[in-house]
């Protein structure tokens, strides 16, 4: 069974600091791994993924992520955060076997001080 | 948001009574997808669908039912089974239904009960 795992229920940082939200996942086969951010009172807004390639990976505002195979984890940064980035940020593993569904991680509250 | 419309926007249960959400999307995306969301607890899957007329339980199916009779219709409807209705719930589709593509989701509806 694949689980994600965000172990920080909020992260807190100063505008223009660099940002670092946390995920570690596990699958039994290859992963592909999202990140989405959810504004409130709203739908998931897709970032980015990694699916095979290159490690890191660069996505939607700025947002970056970093896939450690070793560590199972995918780690979201960004080098300078906006305030405007304050927001929810969900984790996401599916692998090519069984049912093909995302499964989510908990949530990371990122806020974002002026 | 895209291309997927979720109706209501706030929903009200009165005991003991059947709602339906509907979800339509112009996508032309094959597979769709329910989640429900409770604070802390990420997004957990209610149903998925791959193609027309064929649909699958996904974590937690029990007090709701589904139907795929059109390619851009995925109702939910939560029965009176479902004793903890409350949450907001989100569809999502994604184009071939594979693990690697992107999911889009609606703007959700808030179900509540009175």
């Known amino acids: 069974a694949q689980s994600v795992a965000q172990p920080e229920d909020q992260v807190n940082v100063a505008e223009g600091n660099p940002l670092t939200v946390k995920c570690t996942y596990s699958?039994?086969?290859?992963?592909?791994l999202f990140w989405y951010v959810q504004y409130p009172n709203r739908g998931l807004q897709f970032l980015l993924k990694?699916?095979?390639?290159?490690?890191l990976v660069k996505g939607s505002y700025g947002f970056e992520a970093e896939f450690n195979k070793s560590q199972t984890s995918f780690h979201l940064k960004k080098p300078s955060a906006l305030v405007s980035d304050s927001a929810l940020y969900f984790c996401?593993?599916?692998?090519?076997?069984?049912?093909?569904?995302?499964?989510f991680g908990s949530g990371t509250r990122l806020q974002v001080q002026p | 948001d895209g291309g997927i419309t979720q109706s209501p926007k706030y929903l009200f249960r009165k005991e003991g009574q059947n709602v339906t959400l509907s979800c339509e999307q112009n996508?032309?995306?094959?597979?769709m997808y329910w989640y429900r969301q409770d604070p802390g607890q990420g997004l957990r899957l209610i149903y998925y669908?791959?193609?027309?007329?064929?649909?699958q339980k996904g974590d937690i199916a029990e007090g709701y039912s589904v139907s795929r009779e059109k390619k851009e219709s995925f109702p939910l409807t939560v029965t009176s089974a479902q004793k903890n209705p409350t949450a907001f719930y989100l569809c999502?589709?994604?184009?071939?239904?594979?693990?690697?593509?992107?999911?889009?989701f609606g703007a959700g509806t808030r179900l509540s009960v009175l």
């Open positions: 990694y699916i095979t390639g290159d490690n």
């Open positions: 669908s791959q193609i027309v007329n064929d649909f």
């Open positions: 699958v039994s086969g290859n992963p592909y």
């Open positions: 999502a589709s994604t184009p071939l239904g594979g693990a690697k593509n992107i999911q889009y």
């Open positions: 996508l032309n995306h094959d597979a």
């Open positions: 996401a593993v599916s692998e090519d076997t069984g049912r093909r569904a995302l499964t």
